[in-house]
């Protein structure tokens, strides 16, 4: 988090990366890739394929952004590629790791250092103030307090809202709770940024907002960012666009 | 911030269904600690009985009187080092049928050698020995009444009809707690004297004194055997079954108290159970939540058993806090000044204290063992699915 403050133009590597991803993406490196990915629900007896044989790449330091009809998958992709669940079929590489292979416990332990969650409903914690629901996921790394404490700053920093670090999320707006909830994915520097429909219970200019963070965070950070999203200005923002259709990309 | 610290912030969640819960909880331990304390006090009631007296009576039922030569006959017995008679009077002053106390007859010559533990200034002591309506109170007794050493107490009698006039000759203490301070001892011959002819020379029951413990069941066997063939038979017990004996309606109470101290215990835990299920319930997609940004099953459950058990020590710890004063400054003196003989000493024991806590965290965790195996077994997409 320390290079949070830092201009784009001051890293060299950076620059590079991000130059590489608006012109095209040639030279980046692939992050993510599913080769013959299929995913079905058991519903009962009842089976449901919801993904059936995709095969996708992205780039790091992409920002994805993944739109399609209701019951099309997306949040099922998106919960394949952050580790939240396991493949049906095929296999999943983040990194030349392979997920599919992993135990519960593995992916979970793989999920707290490399993913980072962004939630329609924020999801943050009413009994905790904004730093500590920053602070929560580093309670499973072993930093001192007084290290985390800094940390959870720093985030809240990035996301502009350090001034609200004691509040708790009940006294903040939906913008600032999502914003919170932004601090808290990024807070264990993660190479990976997940948000399903992150803009979708906001309003425009709250959601402009929280959109103009993600590319930032895009840009600046270098994080990789998957999101789902209904809304065409969200999907504007992002640097690849893919539609999904009856678990299919179009 | 720790985990512990978010258990423990958790219960805020539902204030209000939280402070239910803790009160539940420390109405359910004070209740339990009533119990536990009526149960181990009067045990101990028990266990201070004398180990070198034992007690005879008529076979049949302590209401039922022996002859008054019995005593003479025990006390020719080998090993037997004192005896002495008592009467159950069962009278009442005059017009207060209500205020109950114990009120006995006894042989003042031999009384003293049998309980060595009574005290009696020496100078009231003598005064009783030569006062034929002399009497001796218990300090407690005393206190209870208002009476003084001189004073003249009328008492109506029911088993031995009439008023009967007494002195206050001496108020007695105890060094040990095997005799209660609020019985009112007087002398038999007064008794006697003045009882119609079927109740003249009869006694309700006699303590015997052997020189040490060991020797008392032997001795209980030959007192026994002694009247084996005389028209009334007698059973003799050690002081300690006599006392038993005589609280035998009360020690079936006490049975069915120490089953309702496990029923109240069974009602806190399904009271904290409840609370917590619904609190999983309400937290599944949190949990869910937390389980994506990488928390394990072991974390979820450690905040359900965290939470619960902050919930029942706490109810614990104001159960006992409350019960605590309550009975060592409440209870307990009204039971000790007025039930000496089955309560010597009425107050909340160490080891009950540590029980209830005990129990409080024991039944907290086993109330919220299922929930909390539940929430750990939560799927994480199932659970983020899941809509508050
Ligand atoms: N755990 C599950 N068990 C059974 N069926 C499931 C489960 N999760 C998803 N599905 C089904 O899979 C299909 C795709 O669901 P998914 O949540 O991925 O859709 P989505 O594209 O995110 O839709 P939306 O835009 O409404 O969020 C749906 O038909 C859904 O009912
Ligand atoms: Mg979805």
Same mark, same amino acid.
């Given at each position: 988090?320390?290079?949070?403050?830092?201009?784009?133009?001051?890293?060299?590597?950076?620059?590079?990366?991000?130059?590489?991803?608006?012109?095209?993406?040639?030279?980046?490196?692939?992050? +993510?890739?599913?080769?013959?990915?299929?995913?079905?629900?058991?519903?009962?007896?009842?089976?449901?394929?919801?993904?059936?044989?995709?095969? #996708?790449?992205?780039?790091?330091?992409?920002?994805?952004?993944?739109?399609?009809?209701?019951?099309?998958?997306?949040?099922?992709? #998106?919960?394949?590629?952050?580790?939240?669940?396991?493949?049906?079929?095929?296999?999943?590489? +983040?990194?030349?790791?392979?997920?599919?292979?992993?135990?519960?416990?593995?992916?979970?332990?793989?999920?707290?250092?490399?993913?980072?969650?962004?939630?329609?409903?924020?999801?943050?914690?009413?009994?905790?103030?904004?730093?500590?629901?920053?602070?929560?996921?580093?309670?499973?790394?072993?930093?001192?307090?007084?290290?985390?404490?800094?940390?959870?700053?720093?985030?809240?920093?990035?996301?502009?809202?350090?001034?609200?670090?004691?509040?708790?999320?009940?006294?903040?707006?939906?913008?600032?709770?999502?914003?919170?909830?932004?601090?808290?994915?990024?807070?264990?520097?993660?190479?990976?940024?997940?948000?399903?429909?992150?803009?979708?219970?906001?309003?425009?200019?709250?959601?402009?907002?929280?959109?103009?963070?993600?590319?930032?965070?895009?840009?600046?950070?270098?994080?990789? +960012?998957?999101?789902?999203?209904?809304?065409?200005?969200?999907?504007?923002?992002?640097?690849?666009?893919?539609?999904?259709?009856?678990?299919?990309?179009? | 911030?720790?985990?512990?610290?978010?258990?423990?912030?958790?219960?805020?969640?539902?204030?209000?269904?939280?402070?239910?819960?803790?009160?539940?909880?420390?109405?359910?331990?004070?209740?339990?600690?009533?119990?536990?304390?009526?149960?181990?006090?009067?045990?101990?009631?028990?266990? @201070?009985?004398?180990?070198?007296?034992?007690?005879?009576?008529?076979?049949?039922?302590?209401?039922?009187?022996?002859?008054?030569? @019995?005593?003479?006959?025990?006390?020719?017995?080998?090993?037997?080092?004192?005896?002495?008679?008592?009467?159950?009077?069962?009278?009442?002053?005059?017009?207060?049928?209500? $205020?109950?106390?114990?009120?006995?007859?006894?042989?003042?010559?031999?009384?003293?050698?049998?309980?060595?533990?009574?005290?009696?200034?020496?100078?009231?002591?003598?005064?009783?020995?030569?006062?034929?309506?002399?009497?001796?109170?218990?300090?407690?007794?005393?206190?209870?009444?208002?009476?003084?050493?001189?004073?003249?107490?009328?008492?109506?009698?029911?088993?031995?009809?009439?008023?009967?006039?007494?002195?206050?000759?001496?108020? @007695?203490?105890?060094?040990?707690?095997?005799?209660?301070?609020?019985?009112?001892?007087?002398?038999?011959? @007064?008794?006697?004297?003045?009882?119609?002819?079927?109740?003249?020379?009869?006694?309700?029951?006699?303590?015997?004194?052997?020189?040490?413990?060991?020797?008392?069941?032997?001795?209980?066997?030959?007192?026994? $055997?002694?009247?084996?063939?005389?028209?009334?038979?007698?059973?003799?017990?050690?002081?300690?079954?006599?006392?038993?004996?005589?609280?035998?309606?009360?020690?079936?109470?006490?049975?069915?108290?120490?089953?309702?101290?496990?029923?109240?215990?069974?009602?806190?835990?399904?009271?904290?159970?409840?609370?917590?299920?619904?609190?999983?319930?309400?937290?599944?997609?949190?949990?869910?939540?937390?389980?994506?940004?990488?928390?394990?099953?072991?974390?979820?459950?450690?905040?359900?058993?965290?939470?619960?058990?902050?919930?029942?020590?706490?109810?614990?710890?104001?159960?006992?806090?409350?019960?605590?004063?309550?009975?060592? $400054?409440?209870?307990?003196?009204?039971?000790?000044?007025?039930?000496?003989?089955?309560?010597?000493?009425?107050?909340?024991?160490?080891?009950?204290?540590?029980?209830?806590?005990?129990?409080?965290?024991?039944?907290?965790?086993?109330?919220?063992?299922?929930?909390?195996?539940?929430?750990?077994?939560?799927?994480?997409?199932?659970?983020?699915?899941?809509?508050?």
């Amino acid at each position: 988090m320390s290079d949070a403050s830092t201009t784009p133009t001051s890293t060299a590597a950076n620059t590079a990366a991000n130059t590489a991803v608006k012109s095209g993406g040639a030279a980046a490196a692939t992050l +993510i890739r599913l080769s013959q990915v299929g995913k079905t629900y058991y519903r009962g007896k009842e089976a449901v394929e919801v993904l059936k044989n995709l095969d #996708l790449e992205m780039p790091d330091g992409a920002f994805e952004a993944l739109m399609g009809p209701s019951g099309s998958g997306k949040s099922t992709l #998106l919960n394949l590629i952050a580790g939240l669940d396991n493949v049906t079929s095929g296999s999943i590489q +983040i990194s030349g790791v392979d997920l599919s292979r992993m135990s519960e416990g593995e992916r979970a332990k793989w999920r707290s250092q490399n993913v980072g969650f962004i939630f329609q409903t924020y999801n943050l914690m009413p009994v905790l103030t904004a730093a500590e629901n920053v602070e929560l996921p580093l309670l499973l790394t072993s930093l001192p307090s007084a290290e985390r404490k800094k940390r959870a700053l720093t985030a809240l920093r990035v996301v502009g809202l350090e001034e609200r670090a004691s509040h708790r999320p009940d006294q903040l707006s939906g913008g600032q709770q999502q914003r919170v909830a932004i601090a808290r994915a990024i807070v264990t520097d993660p190479k990976i940024i997940v948000a399903d429909e992150p803009t979708g219970d906001l309003d425009r200019a709250s959601a402009d907002q929280i959109l103009e963070l993600l590319v930032k965070l895009n840009k600046e950070l270098g994080k990789t +960012i998957v999101m789902v999203t209904h809304d065409p200005a969200a999907a504007e923002r992002a640097s690849i666009v893919r539609r999904l259709d009856k678990g299919q990309l179009t | 911030m720790n985990l512990a610290g978010i258990a423990v912030k958790n219960t805020r969640r539902n204030l209000f269904r939280t402070v239910l819960t803790v009160t539940g909880v420390a109405v359910a331990m004070l209740a339990f600690l009533l119990l536990r304390t009526v149960l181990s006090s009067w045990t101990a009631g028990v266990e @201070y009985s004398a180990k070198d007296r034992i007690a005879t009576r008529h076979k049949v039922t302590f209401v039922m009187w022996l002859p008054r030569r @019995y005593v003479d006959d025990i006390r020719a017995l080998d090993g037997v080092k004192a005896a002495s008679w008592f009467n159950w009077f069962g009278a009442h002053l005059p017009g207060k049928e209500d $205020q109950f106390f114990a009120n006995i007859a006894t042989d003042p010559k031999s009384f003293f050698d049998i309980y060595d533990e009574i005290v009696v200034p020496e100078d009231q002591k003598q005064h009783w020995l030569q006062d034929r309506r002399g009497a001796i109170v218990g300090s407690v007794l005393a206190h209870q009444f208002g009476w003084k050493v001189g004073d003249k107490v009328t008492l109506e009698g029911s088993i031995y009809p009439g008023l009967w006039e007494f002195n206050i000759d001496g108020i @007695y203490t105890a060094t040990r707690k095997s005799v209660d301070q609020s019985t009112f001892f007087f002398d038999w011959n @007064y008794l006697n004297e003045s009882a119609r002819d079927s109740a003249k020379e009869q006694v309700g029951w006699i303590i015997t004194k052997v020189p040490n413990p060991a020797q008392a069941a032997g001795l209980v066997k030959r007192i026994d $055997q002694l009247f084996d063939n005389r028209d009334i038979q007698t059973l003799t017990m050690s002081e300690r079954a006599l006392n038993t004996s005589f609280l035998g309606m009360i020690s079936t109470m006490l049975t069915a108290m120490s089953m309702v101290s496990v029923v109240i215990l069974l009602i806190m835990m399904l009271i904290l159970g409840n609370t917590i299920a619904m609190g999983v319930r309400e937290r599944t997609h949190e949990y869910g939540v937390l389980r994506a940004i990488g928390f394990m099953p072991k974390h979820v459950s450690a905040f359900v058993l965290g939470e619960a058990t902050f919930i029942g020590l706490f109810g614990g710890c104001v159960g006992v806090g409350i019960a605590y004063p309550l009975i060592n $400054q409440g209870v307990g003196r009204f039971m000790e000044e007025n039930f000496t003989g089955m309560f010597p000493y009425f107050r909340v024991a160490g080891s009950d204290v540590a029980i209830a806590l005990g129990l409080s965290l024991l039944l907290a965790l086993v109330a919220a063992a299922i929930p909390a195996y539940q929430a750990s077994k939560l799927h994480v997409t199932d659970a983020l699915r899941r809509v508050g």
